[in-house]
């Protein structure tokens, strides 16, 4: 069973940065599109950013703009620079395939105060 390890979050002032890890437990990011997702307090999960084997990225609305996510295979490895951040933005955050095809991991919490 593939698991996969989120770290990176924290408590940031508005307009911080923070830059979240994702790490698998073998080579699947190589594999297919890998996204971040996240949950809100009181609301559904929510898909913020993909990345496909090539490359290509696409963001949520939301957060175009601000986050970049970028992918290194060799180290199975997917990250999530988060610029500009809003207090909407606080939220646990989840690496997973796009769409979802492994056990979701602990994730990572990120609170953005104002």
């Known amino acids: 069973q593939v698991q996969l390890e989120e770290s990176g979050g924290g408590l940031v002032l508005a307009g911080g940065s923070l830059r979240l890890s994702c790490v698998a437990s073998?080579?699947?990011?190589?594999?297919?599109?890998m996204g971040w997702y996240r949950r809100a307090p009181g609301k559904q999960r929510e898909l913020v950013a993909r990345?496909?084997?090539?490359?290509?990225?696409n963001y949520a609305d939301s957060v175009k703009g601000r986050f970049t996510i970028s992918r290194d295979d060799a180290k199975n490895m997917m990250n999530l620079q988060m610029n500009s951040l809003e207090p909407e933005d606080t939220a646990v955050y989840y690496c997973?395939?796009?769409?979802?095809?492994?056990?979701w991991g602990k994730g990572t919490l990120v609170t953005v105060s104002s």
């Open positions: 997973n395939t796009a769409p979802v095809l492994l056990n």
């Open positions: 073998r080579s699947i990011i190589s594999a297919g599109v």
């Open positions: 990345i496909s084997r090539g490359g290509i990225t």
